[in-house]
């Protein structure tokens, strides 16, 4: 018979329950707020009355909605100004096939090469017809648009029709990318848990087959639509106008690097402790489920396994599916997701149980009947936080944010720096991770659970028409030959390290740039500005309006000189890669012996880095157990230390960079990257490798922004130091002959004074 008074007095005994107490206060005040009070007969026919007599109702659209048609609108704008349109929402009422020509303006206007870029113009201008309209735009006008976009448009300005290469990451092209990014990467992140975040979304990239906007925050502008507001109203164009100075939807930057951006601070908003909504549509805490499992193996150790829920996907705000995906741990630390998340949740100091600060206790638990699994709960203050956050400006230099989410514009720079630097011929994006676990998970899954994974409608044919890898995963000669196919062949040829080559230039040479002419456009700008200073003196004594033409026009000056830098570098490295296949087929034809390629050694400036790249590239299988778990518990830890560190940034000589232009045998040598053990923010800079090193501070973004042309211009001069030391003895000559002349005139008329 069971005690009740025991139980009951149990009951009396136990500790005050807060987290129920506050549940039932909140469920109280819920209760009691006011009702909002039903409408009348009156209140119904004055609503069908207004109603009926005003325009369209404002569209609940997604942002990226909005954008597009904030975007299409802007140009609709100029197009009227240049067809001195007065009212421009007029102009769009009584619009009718003649928006052809307003295809043609842009055309004409904007930097549009391929066909699908102008029709995708066309579709945003019918979406803007409809917002200020109510209604579709004629059916047999959008035919002739659409015809005369397919033929006329298309001829004129040669749009590109045929697609762009699709290709597809696999298992061995992840493991390059992470060795590389570990242990031979040299670029300087602004704090080391970057370096740590960015490995982890490529995990989970490759592992859920997510788009990043799942993981980082990807919106382009932050938009508040009223929804008893008319898209006729002259508050319209203020609505959507914060979209006009959005930068983050095109991944070419106005400096070299995408946080040295001063405005993005982490000490000017609020308390966000205390914000209890969900801010940024990236990957948080709460998403994301740690657990200890017991092992169902009697003896062995618990386990560690994790889920994650993504659900802000494509279309989530229409049709919302979120996906949970589980994960365990891994036998190589540097494919374990879950080592990452953890060492990034110790990091943040984010488990609610005090204790938990290093690794070592999450592998030591032992779980008894009858419990199965231990759930580790996050502190409530991090639940709303995302996981991977931005790089700010604080009171101390660069940090990691508290609570901004990282964006993808800063994401995809990267992942392209890193692809450009592991060697990868094609273009590193975050959908070569998507299109690898899509075709990974369609030939071991049914076709259900590969929708699933890739949040795609069943039966719509998405992953075959948009996804699936344009080299066959299949060699049909062997099946029609009835032989067996070489798995190994197969898989080398379908994924994209076939092409990779570490010894690939990373930046061109400054020999070749010297020989290549300069930009005509870039020097008649450049010399209308000039002409401006010498006809005033400087810039800040012209007028107001010259100001800001030369300020124009050195914008212009700097993006046509990014571009013009970039598509040499682009072009110098697709160059090395069509050659170095003729040089290799001629040094096998003539038998030429050639060193074994040794990889670089590179010295880093961390000890922790050096010591993780150790544990990391340690990729033998053959570990006994116990191994495994301390190496995971040492990977860990070293991350943790890791990422509370910076590496300082070091200006460097191009000759140091990988850029050989001559033969790949034919290397510079890489220096080794000094810093300051102190801690300063003065940067090394090597003028001579016989002078000593010297320290200058690092100039501003914008600085440095307009002084880039004006330096690539100005040809290297080797002796620029025997000119100073020739400048500073005319200097101290010309004082000498002051004073001896100001002696001679003075002693004479000292002397005549005395007499």
């Known amino acids: 018979m069971v005690n009740t008074s025991r139980k009951r007095q149990l009951h009396c005994d136990a500790p005050e329950n807060l987290n129920l107490q506050h549940f039932v206060t909140k469920r109280n005040k819920r209760q009691q707020r006011t009702k909002k009070p039903k409408l009348t007969l009156e209140d119904y026919e004055a609503n069908i009355q207004k109603?009926?007599?005003?325009?369209?109702?404002?569209?609940?659209?997604a942002d990226a909605t909005k954008e597009n048609i904030t975007g299409i609108c802007r140009k609709w704008k100029r197009f009227c100004e240049f067809r001195n349109e007065q009212d421009w929402r007029t102009a769009i009422r009584k619009c009718n096939k003649g928006t052809m020509m307003f295809l043609q303006y842009i055309c004409e206007n904007n930097r549009v090469r391929a066909f699908s870029s102008a029709h995708q113009y066309l579709l945003q201008f019918k979406q803007l017809y409809n917002r200020i309209n109510g209604r579709h735009m004629d059916t047999n006008d959008a035919k002739e648009v659409f015809k005369y976009l397919n033929t006329v448009l298309a001829k004129d300005f040669t749009l590109r029709r045929e697609k762009t290469a699709k290709p597809v990451l696999g298992a061995d092209d992840l493991i390059l990318l992470l060795t590389h990014h570990w242990a031979r990467d040299t670029s300087i992140f602004p704090t080391e848990d970057q370096r740590l975040a960015l490995a982890t979304i490529m995990l989970l990239l490759i592992y859920t087959g997510c788009r990043p906007a799942e993981l980082v925050d990807a919106a382009k502008g932050k938009i508040t639509t009223d929804r008893d507001q008319r898209y006729e109203d002259d508050n319209w164009d203020n609505e959507f106008e914060g979209l006009d100075e959005t930068k983050d939807n095109n991944p070419v930057y106005d400096h070299p690097e995408p946080w040295v951006d001063p405005k993005i601070s982490d000490y000017d908003d609020k308390n966000y402790e205390d914000i209890l909504t969900r801010e940024y549509k990236a990957l948080c805490y709460e998403d994301?489920?740690?657990?200890?499992?017991?092992?169902?193996?009697?003896?062995?150790?618990?386990?560690?396994?994790?889920?994650?829920?993504?659900?802000?996907?494509?279309?989530?705000?229409?049709?919302?599916?979120?996906?949970?995906?589980?994960?365990?741990?891994?036998?190589?630390?540097?494919?374990?997701?879950?080592?990452?998340?953890?060492?990034?949740?110790?990091?943040?100091?984010?488990?609610?149980?005090?204790?938990?600060?290093?690794?070592?206790?999450?592998?030591?638990?032992?779980?008894?009947?009858p419990t199965k699994a231990v759930l580790i709960h996050w502190k409530p203050e991090k639940l709303k936080t995302p996981i991977f956050r931005q790089a700010v400006w604080a009171f101390d230099g660069l940090s990691t944010s508290e609570h901004k989410a990282l964006r993808y514009s800063t994401f995809a720079y990267y992942l392209d720096r890193l692809g450009w630097a592991a060697g990868f011929a094609q273009k590193l994006t975050s959908y070569c991770f998507r299109r690898g676990t899509g075709n990974a998970v369609d030939g071991a899954a049914t076709s259900a659970v590969r929708d699933q994974v890739m949040r795609h409608n069943p039966q719509t044919g998405v992953f075959c028409g948009s996804y699936i890898n344009e080299k066959v995963r299949f060699i049909v000669q062997d099946a029609v030959l009835d032989q067996p196919t070489n798995t190994g062949f197969?898989?080398?040829?379908?994924?994209?390290?076939?092409?990779?080559?570490?010894?690939?230039?990373?930046?061109?040479?400054?020999?070749?740039?010297?020989?290549?002419?300069?930009?005509?456009?870039?020097?008649?700008?450049?010399?209308?500005?000039?002409?401006?200073?010498?006809?005033?003196?400087?810039?800040?004594?012209?007028?107001?309006?010259?100001?800001?033409?030369?300020?124009?026009?050195?914008?212009?000056?700097?993006?046509?000189?990014?571009?013009?830098?970039?598509?040499?570098?682009?072009?110098?490295?697709?160059?090395?890669?069509?050659?170095?296949?003729?040089?290799?087929?001629?040094?096998?034809?003539?038998?030429?012996?050639?060193?074994?390629?040794?990889?670089?050694?590179?010295?880093?400036?961390?000890?922790?880095?050096?010591?993780?790249?150790?544990?990391?590239?340690?990729?033998?299988?053959?570990?006994?157990?116990?191994?495994?778990?301390?190496?995971?518990?040492?990977?860990?830890?070293?991350?943790?230390?890791?990422?509370?560190?910076?590496?300082?940034?070091?200006?460097?000589?191009?000759?140091?960079?990988?850029?050989?232009?001559?033969?790949?045998?034919?290397?510079?040598?890489?220096?080794?990257?000094?810093?300051?053990?102190?801690?300063?923010?003065?940067?090394?800079?090597?003028?001579?490798?016989?002078?000593?090193?010297?320290?200058?501070?690092?100039?501003?973004?914008?600085?440095?922004?307009?002084?880039?042309?004006?330096?690539?211009?100005?040809?290297?001069?080797?002796?620029?130091?025997?000119?100073?030391?020739?400048?500073?003895?005319?200097?101290?000559?010309?004082?000498?002959?002051?004073?001896?002349?100001?002696?001679?005139?003075?002693?004479?008329?000292?002397?005549?004074?005395?007499?």
Request: glycine fraction near 2%.
């Open 51 to 61: 109603l009926n007599g005003d325009g369209p109702l404002v569209s609940n659209d």
């Open 288 to 369: 994301i489920r740690l657990w200890i499992v017991r092992n169902p193996t009697p003896g062995e150790r618990d386990l560690l396994g994790m889920e994650i829920t993504l659900a802000h996907h494509k279309g989530a705000d229409r049709k919302p599916k979120p996906t949970t995906f589980l994960f365990h741990e891994e036998a190589l630390p540097i494919l374990c997701p879950v080592s990452h998340i953890l060492a990034i949740a110790i990091r943040d100091n984010a488990i609610k149980v005090e204790g938990y600060t290093h690794a070592k206790p999450f592998f030591e638990s032992n779980l008894q009947d």
């Open 490 to 755: 197969l898989r080398a040829f379908t994924h994209m390290s076939l092409t990779c080559d570490p010894r690939a230039p990373v930046d061109v040479p400054k020999e070749v740039l010297k020989t290549l002419p300069p930009d005509p456009e870039i020097m008649e700008l450049t010399r209308e500005r000039e002409e401006y200073k010498r006809q005033y003196g400087s810039y800040s004594r012209a007028p107001l309006e010259i100001r800001k033409e030369c300020e124009q026009l050195r914008r212009q000056i700097d993006s046509l000189q990014k571009q013009r830098d970039r598509a040499i570098k682009i072009e110098f490295r697709r160059d090395y890669f069509d050659r170095i296949h003729d040089e290799e087929l001629e040094r096998q034809l003539k038998k030429v012996s050639t060193n074994e390629y040794v990889e670089p050694i590179v010295h880093h400036q961390l000890p922790e880095r050096t010591r993780l790249q150790e544990v990391l590239c340690d990729l033998s299988r053959d570990k006994s157990p116990s191994d495994i778990v301390d190496c995971r518990i040492r990977t860990i830890d070293l991350m943790v230390a890791l990422s509370c560190r910076q590496e300082q940034e070091v200006q460097h000589s191009n000759h140091s960079s990988r850029a050989s232009s001559e033969s790949p045998k034919d290397q510079f040598s890489s220096r080794k990257r000094p810093f300051s053990p102190d801690g300063s923010r003065e940067h090394p800079i090597i003028i001579d490798d016989n002078t000593e090193p010297k320290t200058k501070i690092k100039a501003s973004p914008q600085k440095r922004q307009r002084t880039n042309y004006q330096d690539s211009l100005e040809p290297a001069c080797p002796t620029f130091s025997k000119f100073s030391e020739l400048n500073q003895l005319l200097r101290s000559s010309k004082k000498i002959v002051v004073v001896i002349i100001i002696i001679i005139i003075i002693i004479p008329f000292a002397s005549c004074i005395s007499l």
